[in-house]
């Protein structure tokens, strides 16, 4: 089975460019989350999509970031410009209905470092 | 008070006792609860889900949960030292509609 599968695993950048990061939900699940983990704040959502529209993104810290989910096998989470504080590890996870009562899948994140 | 709280540890359990893990939540309408383990690096994996009152039970693992006093806690029963790792909690809170995790509480099993 396979599972959340999340690209690139490692990304480093220098400020002010641009990052997309990728995630592939499990098949056949219609919710999808975006979360950003970091040793301060511990792990946040940023922004999550039932049935590919985008539900809550009161998570999302800024304008700089932006989400999308073309479609139900596919979303992308856009930094730009990227700033030093966006350094994280970004994971995206789903699961089976809402965020309500299913559990949520991760994938394996995205270790992202802004220089 | 945080809307899920964990101790951040470290916890200390020698090899075989048993590790207790605990997390009170704030909304008491919630009605969704989960245990993740998170390896150092790794990303967060489900061990248990609980939605009634009372223990869950699966392998060495027992959820436990108690709405009436807004806890939920996670027993390991002949630790391992592969159970070193932070278990996060996580609650749905009906109030925000949203699955919040707590902080996490890094354990550690001694050989």
């Known amino acids: 089975d396979a599972g959340v599968i999340q690209s690139p695993r490692h990304e480093v950048t220098e400020m002010g460019q641009e990052v997309t990061l990728r995630c592939k939900p499990i098949s056949g699940h219609n919710s999808l989350f975006w979360y950003r983990q970091t040793m301060m704040r511990g792990l946040e959502l940023l922004i999550y999509?039932?049935?590919?529209?985008?539900?809550?993104d009161s998570g999302m810290p800024e304008d700089r970031f932006s989400a999308k989910m073309p479609n139900a096998s596919f979303s992308t989470l856009k930094i730009q410009p990227s700033e030093p504080r966006d350094s994280a590890v970004y994971f995206c996870?789903?699961?089976?209905?809402?965020?309500?009562?299913?559990?949520?899948?991760f994938g394996d994140g995205t270790r992202l470092s802004i220089l | 008070q945080k809307e899920v709280e964990q101790n951040s540890g470290p916890l200390s359990v020698p090899e075989g006792a048993i590790a207790s893990l605990n997390c009170t939540y704030s909304d008491r309408g919630s009605q969704s609860f989960f245990w993740y383990r998170q390896y150092s690096g790794k990303s967060p994996e489900l061990i248990m889900s609980?939605?009634?009152?009372g223990d869950k039970e699966d392998g060495r693992f027992t959820a436990q949960l108690n709405k009436a006093s807004q806890y939920v806690s996670l027993l390991i029963r002949d630790s391992q030292p592969s159970d070193s790792a932070t278990y996060l909690c996580a609650v749905t809170l009906v109030k925000v509609q949203k699955l919040v995790f707590g902080q996490g509480t890094r354990l550690t099993i001694n050989p």
């Open positions: 999509f039932n049935n590919n529209v985008p539900i809550d």
């Open positions: 996870a789903s699961s089976l209905g809402g965020q309500n009562n299913q559990p949520q899948h």
């Open positions: 609980i939605y009634s009152n």
